[in-house]
T-cell receptor, first 111, second 114 residues
């Protein structure tokens, strides 16, 4: 049973608008959450993370929100750019050793 | 700066053949991981290692073996390949311990078992 779920396989957004990618988790022990970005034929690259002691972390155009009571996190990209088109994976950990990944959301930013 | 390097990038095997995938990292990371990525399944952990000479099972270890004889290398072996092992395999590494450090990934090995 997947402990981290991304229920939207794909998302299409117009350039300049906001992209919101969602992720849900089931294990309340998770205390560290990450988002990775993946282009075709490349490995995932780290984008942004958040600790469970925070509810928001911002890095430039990227903001991650954590709602512990709902076991939900989201990634906001504002403004979206065509170069943001990629597959986005969320991941979670509770001991910094093992990480559990969602199935990914393919973002398409249309010019 | 190479980071995490996976060898080979592509491979086609016949059922029953064996092979070894090599992962090498030059960042002096203690922890190393092997994942497989399948459509709709995301990344699933096969085996991981928290230091030279140590390995542990992940979520989907059956049919695979690993070795970490040197800190910089993590090998994934398939003793008798099966079509269900057709996948893209990713290696990752990270620094040790209780630190909020992300994993660094290689570019993957695409493996097809006929």
């Amino acid at each position: 049973d997947q402990q981290v779920k991304q229920n939207s396989p794909s998302l299409s957004v117009q350039e300049g608008r906001i992209s919101i990618l969602n992720c849900d988790y089931t294990n309340s022990m998770f205390d560290y959450f990450l988002w990775y970005k993946k282009y075709p034929a490349e490995g995932p690259t780290f984008l942004i993370s958040i600790s469970s002691i925070k509810d928001k972390n911002e890095d430039g155009r990227f903001t991650v929100f954590l709602n512990k009571s709902a076991k939900h996190l989201s990634l906001h990209i504002v403004p979206s750019q065509p170069g943001d088109s990629a597959v986005y994976f969320c991941a979670a950990s509770y001991n910094f050793n093992k990480f559990y990944f969602g199935s990914g959301t393919k973002l398409n930013v249309k010019p | 700066n190479a980071g995490v390097t996976q060898t080979p990038k592509f491979r086609v095997l016949k059922t029953g053949q064996s092979m070894t995938l090599l992962c090498a990292q030059d960042m002096n990371h203690e922890y190393m991981y092997w994942y497989r990525q399948d459509p709709g399944m995301g990344l699933r952990l096969i085996h991981y290692s928290v230091g030279e000479g140590t390995t542990a099972k992940g979520e989907v270890p059956d049919g695979y073996n690993v070795s970490r004889l040197k800190k910089q290398n993590f090998l994934l072996g398939l003793e008798s390949a099966a079509p269900s092992q057709t996948s893209v395999y990713f290696c990752a590494s990270k620094p040790a311990g209780l630190s909020n450090q992300p994993q660094h990934f290689g570019d993957g090995t695409r493996l097809s078992i006929l």
